[in-house]
């Protein structure tokens, strides 16, 4: 259990450049106690709220899609005994004339069992991650003050479990 925190984010890899118009989400879906890959752990993504993708992650726990660009989607991580995730990847603002090779991103995603007492209610209802397309960058960014307010709310809850409060 003390991986929990240490793993609790997403490892936000630099994104790399792939060739294709679009953004290619890849990664890996682990587990909290050694890191190796959870097999058939699910992978769905949304856009407007609605399932525009699903996939099994394959032996390793590895996984990879395709999004356009111009869209917003969230992409949900679930694996039977374990607290599901999900990450928020805005890509309304990308340039695809400066950008024609589009974008990949690496998002490993460790999940982990519950503790008994703990609200984990704050990851069903706000994204572990968000990132969008920085003009700036010329290229995807993560807002990293979202996911430590999330981790801190984890944090808070967990320690309100161990006092009895």
């Known amino acids: 259990m003390h991986h929990l925190f240490r793993y609790l984010f997403i490892c936000l890899l630099f994104p790399a450049l792939l060739p294709a118009q679009d953004l290619t989400v890849f990664g ?5 106690i050694d890191g190796r890959g959870i097999a058939g752990a699910r992978v769905l993504v ?21 999004m356009g ?30 950008s024609p090779e589009g974008f990949g991103m690496n998002v490993d995603v460790v999940l982990f069992e519950p503790e008994p007492g703990i609200d984990y209610s704050i990851l069903k209802d706000e994204p572990i991650g968000m990132a969008s397309y920085s003009v700036e ?7 990293l003050k979202h996911t430590a307010r999330i981790k801190d709310t984890l944090e808070q809850a967990r320690s309100k479990s161990s006092t009895g409060q």
Do not use: P
């Open 137 to 143: 960058e010329d290229n995807m960014v993560w807002d």
């Open 69 to 98: 660009l111009r869209l917003h989607f969230s992409v949900h991580f679930e694996a039977d005994g374990r607290v599901s995730k999900w990450v928020r990847i805005d890509t309304r603002n990308v340039d695809a004339e400066k």
């Open 46 to 66: 949304k856009s407007k709220g609605e399932e525009v993708g699903r996939m099994v992650t394959d032996s390793l726990g590895r996984y990879s899609f395709d």
């Open 28 to 32: 890996v879906v682990e587990n909290d």
